[in-house]
């Protein structure tokens, strides 16, 4: 019999080699007590090793390792969608591939998601890095697009670029594509009438590489996009069914 898989973890990686066999063995670490899960990384057209590291590791744990490979580099939304697409869990964990997310940090939102789920159909715990480790020029630039983000969108997150975040794959389905829109999960989400539920995690240096993926979630880069979720959220209507004879419900 297969095995029941109830989360997956969804990392987009893109020349991140050096970086992908510990972060499996801490992500195993942190799933120490349970076999309901898998790690599904998304092979964004590196052109380094990052997809030879990754399949030695599904070879050594065949139903644990999962691997999307892209042609060629996407971006992290894509990469992130097209992991999801592939990922047989009900709950959704999301990280970046650079290692400076804790996977020790995994238990604690999941523990969030399991109270939330018995009230709320949609929802997003979302980390917090309240004492980031980057460069004091890049966290100046977070904290402005932050605050700039949080007062047009009110998405109850203060720091949205975390990769970290939990929530349910029937909720990501329901949201609206585009690119970059992995900046704006909790506002997409809480557009759609779920809760926001904030965690502070921990943040670490990277040990390997550097940044792969740009500034895109930054105040001026981000604008066009902050703009389209204030015009979603503007457009959105939720309806509120209060009697129906049907049975079922596609």
Not at 22 to 31: G, K, N, R, W
Not at 44 to 61: Q, R
Not at 98 to 109: E, K, S, Y
Not at 180 to 202: F, N, T
Request: net charge positive; aromatic share 8%; with cysteine.
């Amino acid at each position: 019999m297969p095995e029941t898989i109830c989360i997956s973890v969804v990392i987009p990686a893109k020349n991140e080699a050096d970086n992908i066999s510990p972060l499996v063995l801490e992500i195993f670490d942190c799933f120490s007590n349970r076999n309901d899960f898998e790690i599904i990384y998304i092979d964004d057209g590196s052109t380094d090793d990052t997809y030879t590291k990754i399949m030695a590791l599904h070879d050594a744990y065949p139903t644990k390792v999962q691997l999307v490979r892209h042609q060629k580099s996407v971006g992290q939304s894509t990469a992130v969608y097209s992991g999801i697409q592939f990922a047989r869990g009900d709950l959704i964990v999301t990280l970046d591939a650079d290692g400076q997310n804790n996977p020790a940090d995994i238990p604690t939102l999941l523990q969030h998601a399991e109270k939330v789920k018995l009230i709320e159909q949609d929802f997003c715990i979302a980390g917090y890095r309240k004492a980031r480790k980057d460069t004091s020029w890049k966290r100046f630039q977070s904290k402005v697009a932050n605050s700039v983000r949080a007062k047009l969108l009110n998405d109850d997150s203060p720091d949205t670029g975390c990769g970290l975040k939990v929530f349910p794959k029937a909720t990501f389905n329901k949201l609206p594509y585009f690119n970059h829109m992995h900046r704006y999960l909790p506002a997409l989400i809480k557009r759609l009438g779920g809760s926001i539920v904030v965690v502070e995690v921990s943040h670490r240096d990277r040990q390997h590489g550097q940044s792969k993926y740009g500034m895109w979630g930054r105040l001026f880069a981000g604008l066009i996009d902050m703009l389209g979720v204030m015009w979603l959220q503007k457009r959105n209507k939720r309806v509120h069914v209060t009697e129906t004879t049907c049975t079922t419900k596609n």
